[in-house]
């Protein structure tokens, strides 16, 4: 074992230049060059996914709650929307919501859905909970002492999203942010992977995943 690490030393130290050199200084100048551009690129695909931040938006406090939450995701770097952007409860004509909910739910990549008991919510609820095809995409985040009701015998839409996250008073945006980064730093990196790879959204075959949901079981379009 000792004559391993004695070889792989010597030839660490073959390969690798002494530090205070400019040899050494020029390949660790590479290192991070090439370091920053993968990050700059990694950074590029996680802006171009958006976020839809949905909950309970009929009063002013509530309203406030849900930009306050997609103002924050906006600073940590991650697009997101929320749905009175598309609909407007004062303006007659136009989309229905359930309209809105159907483009939005599926031209964003990932919908951050927070419970609540608005009558507009509970339509949310019901659509998200019987399209499961949208479910890999969702974040569901409820109250904890409204969970701990609930988790004996949990309602319909409980049981239908498979990722619940619990929160305590003020820890609801800090949460919201938390998760969010991972599920989309997860699917930026899957896409990358994918384009070099040669698949993904650069395959000529590649199918929208519209155009691969119509007709499956559980989606309503």
Same mark, same amino acid.
């Given at each position: 074992?000792?004559?391993?690490?004695?070889?792989?030393?010597?030839?660490?130290?073959?390969?690798?230049?002494?530090?205070?050199?400019?040899?050494?200084?020029?390949? =660790?100048?590479?290192?991070?060059?090439?370091?920053?551009?993968?990050?700059?690129?990694?950074?590029? /695909?996680?802006?171009?996914?958006?976020?839809?931040? #949905?909950?309970?938006?009929? /009063?002013?406090?509530?309203?406030?709650?849900?930009?306050?939450?997609?103002?924050?995701?906006?600073? %940590?770097? #991650?697009?997101?929307?929320?749905?009175?952007?598309?609909?407007?409860?004062?303006?007659?004509?136009?989309?229905?919501?359930?309209?809105?909910?159907?483009?939005?739910?599926?031209?964003?990549?990932? &919908?951050?859905?927070?419970?609540?008991?608005?009558?507009?919510?509970? /339509?949310?609820?019901?659509?998200?909970?019987?399209?499961?095809?949208?479910?890999?995409?969702?974040?569901? #985040?409820?109250?904890?002492?409204?969970?701990?009701?609930?988790?004996? %015998?949990?309602?319909?839409?409980?049981?239908?999203?498979?990722?619940? &996250?619990?929160?305590?008073?003020?820890?609801?945006? %800090?949460?919201?942010?938390?998760?969010?980064?991972? =599920?989309?730093? =997860?699917?930026?990196?899957?896409?990358?992977?994918?384009?070099?790879?040669?698949?993904?959204? =650069?395959?000529?075959?590649?199918?929208?995943?519209?155009?691969?949901?119509?007709?499956?079981?559980?989606?309503?379009?």
């Amino acid at each position: 074992m000792d004559g391993y690490f004695d070889e792989a030393k010597r030839v660490l130290e073959e390969k690798i230049p002494e530090f205070d050199t400019p040899e050494f200084r020029r390949m =660790r100048d590479e290192i991070r060059k090439k370091l920053t551009d993968k990050e700059a690129d990694l950074l590029i /695909t996680v802006r171009r996914l958006k976020i839809l931040v #949905l909950g309970d938006w009929f /009063t002013a406090e509530k309203k406030q709650l849900l930009s306050d939450i997609k103002n924050n995701l906006l600073k %940590n770097g #991650l697009y997101a929307e929320t749905i009175d952007r598309y609909y407007d409860m004062n303006k007659s004509g136009g989309l229905s919501q359930l309209q809105i909910l159907e483009t939005c739910c599926i031209n964003h990549q990932l &919908i951050v859905f927070i419970d609540g008991e608005g009558k507009g919510t509970l /339509t949310e609820q019901n659509y998200l909970c019987s399209n499961y095809v949208l479910h890999g995409k969702i974040l569901f #985040l409820i109250d904890e002492a409204k969970f701990d009701k609930f988790k004996d %015998n949990p309602s319909e839409y409980i049981r239908d999203f498979p990722t619940i &996250i619990t929160y305590k008073g003020d820890e609801l945006t %800090n949460k919201v942010v938390t998760y969010s980064k991972l =599920r989309i730093y =997860r699917l930026a990196n899957i896409i990358k992977k994918q384009e070099s790879a040669g698949a993904g959204l =650069r395959s000529p075959n590649y199918e929208p995943w519209k155009e691969r949901l119509k007709g499956k079981k559980g989606y309503k379009p």
